[in-house]
């Protein structure tokens, strides 16, 4: 299901005499300025912003033609940061511009869609040595009322499941870890050394002196790389990288497919690419949110940490934790509340949540997931039951038995669980068996 939102721009983005022009919309006033001024790395921001708008126009699952949708920005205290998706939903793309690659003023703070269209995405391509580069993000006039033919209007069809998708690469990304870093040189290597794109095996790379390895299986301290082809939008930012770094969960032997970040550090700025854990799979059916929206109290507490949340580029739980009263666990999951909005994201870089505004009610967040609304109707309708160790759902003529594990873990008799095995977060009837006030407690 698509969002259709309606965007108004003051005129076409455009590489210019004067710098790059990127039109933005949306914010506290009609095109808002977050930023002006010049990127110090111009070339290496040129080649992360064509990789964040080729990744939102290609599908890497069963392609069709270019989606064309535009990238998302975020300005707030000194840092630029540009996300999307791909039109399937299995590759999240992001550029930061950290405050060394900024020689200008953030005059605002807010979130919204860059207009990357065909021109600029050519001026860009063109954009090479040391050539200034100064970006405008939105138009110089903040007094410009009208549209008499100076504004181009769009509507940009936003997917639902963009908005699952930022919900759940957030909440998944929160649990990684750093696992590689190679130089630049020896990652220019490995990646040409990949499968062509359409690849869809499962692999893992494993840190092997001073370049990774890859194997069929996984092991302790390996990255899954699923869909190797999907890294190919990082080869643009090569030649202005130092490092590739990978991130990803704890794996060990037999472990399923899982999620990764690969990323490229070029000083100023990093591009990195967040793949999920099979090329078919789009994030947006992940489901690794739905077990923090289960509480009753995720909502109020949501809307307390909201309020308390000030742009900052990275956010500190425990600070927030102390400024609500509340503790870490709840704010985590208030966190994820609000990442199911747009309203915060995860840097795994700075192992931080940041701040940021998407133009989506929080009331979304039930509406978009059929297992939470399937599950408060079940508990409203009285189909949970405790039932000595174990949980009993009755939905019809059909009766499912649950269980939750010492490490927090349900298992079910549907048939959804037997198919995916907790893979893609919990089922409906473990999710109502969560909501119930008085939980099953854990087997021994």
């Known amino acids: 299901m698509n969002a259709v939102q309606t965007y108004r721009y003051l005129q076409p983005s455009a590489l210019r005499a004067a710098g790059l022009d990127l039109q933005t919309c949306g914010g506290p006033a009609a095109n808002p300025r977050f ?4 990127l110090t790395a111009p070339a290496a921001a040129a080649a992360g912003l064509l990789a964040v708008a080729e990744v939102a126009r290609t599908r890497y699952h069963q392609p069709v033609s270019p989606a064309s949708l535009d990238p998302v920005v975020t300005g707030s205290r000194g840092r630029l940061r540009f996300e999307s998706f791909s039109g399937c939903c299995g590759v999240y793309a992001r550029m930061d511009v950290l405050p060394d690659g900024l020689d200008g003023e953030i005059s605002g703070h807010g979130t919204t869609n860059v207009d990357v269209n065909p021109p600029l995405r050519e001026a860009l391509a063109r954009v090479g040595g040391i050539e200034p580069l100064h970006v405008a993000v939105g138009p110089d006039d903040l007094t410009v009322s009208t549209l008499d033919g100076s504004v181009v209007e769009r509507k940009v069809p936003l997917p639902g499941r963009w908005l699952r998708g930022f919900a759940e690469v957030h909440v998944l990304t929160a649990g990684f870890e750093p696992r590689a ?10 990646l040409r050394r990949l499968p062509a794109a359409g690849d869809r095996s499962v692999l893992w790379a494993v840190p092997a002196g001073r370049t990774l390895r890859l194997t069929s299986r996984p092991v302790p301290g390996a990255v899954c790389l699923a869909g190797a082809g999907r890294l190919a939008a990082l080869r643009g930012v090569l030649r202005h990288a130092r490092s590739l770094r990978v991130y990803g969960p704890a794996v060990r032997a037999g472990s399923p497919a899982v999620p990764s970040t690969w990323e490229l550090d070029a000083g100023a700025l990093r591009v990195s690419l967040t793949l ?4 078919y799979r789009g994030f947006s059916g992940e489901g690794a949110a739905l077990a923090a929206l289960a509480g009753d ?4 507490d949501a809307e307390l940490v909201g309020a308390l949340l000030n742009w900052d580029p990275t956010i500190d739980v425990a600070a927030l934790a102390d400024a609500a009263a509340l503790p870490d666990e709840r704010v985590r999951a208030a966190l994820a509340q609000l990442g199911t909005a747009g309203r915060v994201g995860y840097d795994v870089a700075d192992g931080a949540y940041f701040h940021r505004v998407m133009p989506y009610d929080a009331g979304r967040a039930e509406r978009d997931n059929p297992r939470l609304v399937g599950a408060r109707a079940l508990v ?4 949970v039951e405790r039932d000595g160790e174990h949980a009993t759902v009755r939905t019809g003529t059909e009766t499912y038995r649950v ?3 010492l490490d927090g873990a349900y298992s079910c008799s549907c048939r959804w669980w037997a198919r995916h095995r907790g893979q893609r977060g919990p089922c409906r009837h473990a999710l109502a068996v969560s909501m119930v006030a008085a939980p099953v407690e854990a087997l021994s």
């Open 403 to 405: 269980r939750r594990h």
């Open 297 to 300: 109290e995720v909502v109020d």
């Open 35 to 38: 930023f002006a001024g010049f």
């Open 276 to 279: 999920s854990p099979e090329p």
């Open 380 to 383: 409203e309708r009285g189909a």
């Open 181 to 190: 870093e190679i130089a630049a040189a020896e990652a220019a290597v490995f």
